[in-house]
């Protein structure tokens, strides 16, 4: 962990901070969503600080100076080109290590010179570099407690910042399942390690592992990581702080525009060379490389082709079938489409209404609506369920044809997410024993759980009575699978399929609470309204924080955390994400922060950018950033989001 010395919260920063969460909790129609923390296209700023500059520099440097340096150049050219290879081999092991540019191919390349490049003042300079390094080993600290992973390159700089060897032994990295070897049955639950009779129990939002009921008396916890509340407040509201201030903006906005132009610029002078490489690299092509989809649903992980023709197999085949009960009895498969007036030969995909256009643009609502087929939410529950009076078989059958299809595509992987929702804690079994029952397991595939963000519809429907009660729900079965696996063998079995967790629902909908230290606990919180973005953001974390260094310590895989984000609302949802997650889905709205987005480019966050599926919802296709981001240089992949919904093929 990084030993630089972390100042302590300023007060004007903790007062602009909480300026910037009451601005933010706003309603979306009173404010200008990027006025605190984004740059217009022109920059103003940037273009005054850097008249003023070159003014500066004017008068200060004589072109003599400015001779001088351009020898000097000069000289440290030609010196470089007279180096003998002999000096080269006597280079030390690690420096023969280093990628060099005979790696790659013959490219052209461009220097910049000079020790100033930057367009901004020294003192500004200075103040956006201070910030950006805490930033940095803000997300760094928090990445470690977690067990998730940070980025290599950025870990050495900031080595080499405080004078400290950066090491291979002091990465941390998630615990992932090893591979099942031919044969193996991945339902064995022979490798599960033993009780260890711990007790677990929820405690101010976190759950706390003590070794007796003894030790929950005495208030004495096992030695685990719990996250400081107060110190995660702390650095929130310095990042929302830094992100805001005029002098970080402009330099961030500048380097941004930099690397845009450096990829532009090495685009025109390599791209015969780069099209010659791809000609001649032998049996790799865009259809034969591996592509992994790292956001997707399963409930419309198959397209809509695909359900309309498993709809119409099943009705011929099952129409005798008892697949429902209501409060009028139990129904056939038949006698259900009678009811609901339908006939399944004369079903098209038109019909089906599961396609989504136009007409959901910024209606979050009317899209949750086209996981009805045919607007009828009892299809819904028959087909695209895991808990219903079949017990969940026509989606475990979808789901394996799709993984059939990825298996025989040969070069196709997916991520998967099924949802537990927080209502009870017997969801985890539930989901567990359908996984196993139904075998819905491929090579080509892993599993992801999403947790919607719904505490307010189920609070208003008297399910649970607090906040705190659907955080236990989610999470204390979990932990008990971990120190107790041999007495929740189907659930520690299904566990070791999860790669993740992911937070979902509209980001659109304003909460108007300000997450701070005054903020309820958990418990406390059982009002109707649903807590902000960050609140949920911070205690998720914290339980995976806890929970992932419990199972490293068990030897049992990891979780990573990888919420839906920046998609639409706020941009602070960025900042919680950017503290808390190992990488996010969609973050459409980095472009209207210039400094979280140099932020998310220096630590290399992966985004998962689904363009058809903003097109339909919050942003037209030719408008996406994702483009824009990878000419910059962030780590942005394509996903399919929901096929099911903006799919025509497979």
């Not at 609470?513 to 649903?530: A, G, L, Q």
């Not at 260094?549 to 990573?560: A, I, W």
């Amino acid at each position: 962990m990084s030993k630089g010395k972390k100042s302590g919260l300023d007060e004007s920063d903790r007062i602009l901070a909480e300026k910037v969460f009451a601005h933010d909790a706003k309603d979306e129609d009173e404010r200008d969503e990027i006025s605190p923390f984004g740059i217009p296209e022109d920059c103003p700023i940037g273009q005054l600080e850097m008249q003023d500059n070159l003014i500066d520099r004017k008068t200060k440097e004589s072109t003599e100076k400015r001779k001088k340096l351009t020898m000097k150049a000069k000289v440290n050219e030609s010196s470089v080109k007279m180096v003998h290879v002999a000096d080269v081999m006597q280079s030390s092991p690690n420096q023969m290590m280093e990628p060099s540019y005979a790696d790659v191919p013959d490219f052209q390349r461009v220097s910049i010179t000079g020790d100033y490049a930057s367009g901004v003042t020294m003192d500004d300079f200075e103040l956006a570099c201070k910030g950006l390094y805490r930033a940095l080993t803000i997300r760094e600290k928090y990445m470690r407690l977690s067990a998730q992973r940070f980025f290599r390159t950025t870990s050495r700089f900031l080595r080499t910042m405080e004078n400290e060897q950066w090491k291979d032994e002091d990465e941390v990295h998630p615990v992932y399942t090893p591979l099942m070897k031919a044969g193996d049955d991945p339902f064995n639950p022979k490798s599960l390690p033993e009780n260890l009779g711990y007790v677990c129990k929820m405690k101010d939002g976190m759950i706390y592992v003590y070794a007796n009921n003894e030790s929950i008396k005495n208030n004495e916890p096992k030695d685990l990581p719990y996250l400081d509340l107060h110190g995660f407040i702390d650095d929130m509201n310095f990042l929302i702080a830094l992100i805001a201030q005029g002098p970080v903006k402009t330099y961030a906005h500048r380097r941004l525009k930099f690397l845009n132009s450096k990829f532009n610029l090495h685009e025109m002078l390599n791209d015969m060379e780069e099209i010659k490489e791809l000609k001649i690299n032998p049996h790799r092509d865009f259809y034969n490389v591996r592509k992994v989809d790292t956001h997707i649903h399963a409930a419309a992980c198959m397209n809509q082709k695909h359900l309309l023709r498993f709809i119409k197999k099943t009705s011929m085949l099952d129409s005798d079938r008892v697949v429902c009960s209501t409060k009028e009895g139990k129904l056939t498969l038949k006698e259900l489409f009678t009811k609901l007036k339908l006939n399944a030969y004369d079903l098209t995909v038109d019909s089906l209404d599961v396609h989504a256009g136009r007409q959901t643009f910024q209606r979050f609502d009317k899209f949750n609506a086209k996981y009805n087929p045919m607007g009828a939410s009892e299809l819904r529950d028959l087909y695209l369920k895991t808990e219903n009076a079949i017990e969940g078989e026509y989606f475990a059958h979808i789901i394996k044809e799709v993984a059939s299809d990825f298996e025989d595509a040969k070069y196709q992987y997916a991520e998967p997410r099924l949802s537990i929702y927080g209502r009870s804690p017997d969801e985890w079994s539930k989901l567990a024993t359908w996984f196993i029952k139904h075998r819905v397991i491929s090579p080509h595939m892993k599993w992801m759980i999403q947790i919607p963000r719904i505490y307010d519809i189920f609070r208003a429907q008297n399910v649970i009575p607090h906040f705190g009660k659907m955080l236990e729900n989610i999470f204390l079965p979990l932990f008990e699978a971990t120190v107790n696996p041999q007495n929740n063998i189907k659930l520690s079995i299904f566990l070791k399929h999860i790669t993740a967790f992911d937070s979902v629902d509209d980001e659109s909908k304003h909460s108007g609470h300000m997450f701070c230290t005054k903020s309820p606990k958990p418990e406390e919180w059982n009002i109707p309204k649903n807590p902000s973005y960050s609140y949920y953001l911070c205690y998720m974390y914290a339980n995976i924080m806890v929970l992932n260094n419990l199972r490293r310590e068990r030897g049992l895989n990891t979780f990573m955390f990888r919420p839906h984000c920046g998609e639409a609302g706020a941009v602070t949802h960025l900042l919680a994400a950017f503290m808390t997650a190992d990488n996010i889905s969609h973050g459409l709205n980095l472009k209207k922060s210039p400094v979280l987005q140099y932020l998310y480019f220096l630590t290399q966050i992966p985004i998962a950018m689904s363009p058809l599926s903003n097109n339909s919802l919050f942003l037209e296709y030719a408008k996406n950033p994702l483009p824009e981001y990878m000419r910059k240089g962030l780590m942005v992949s394509l996903s399919t989001d929901d096929p099911m919904q903006f799919h025509y093929t497979k």
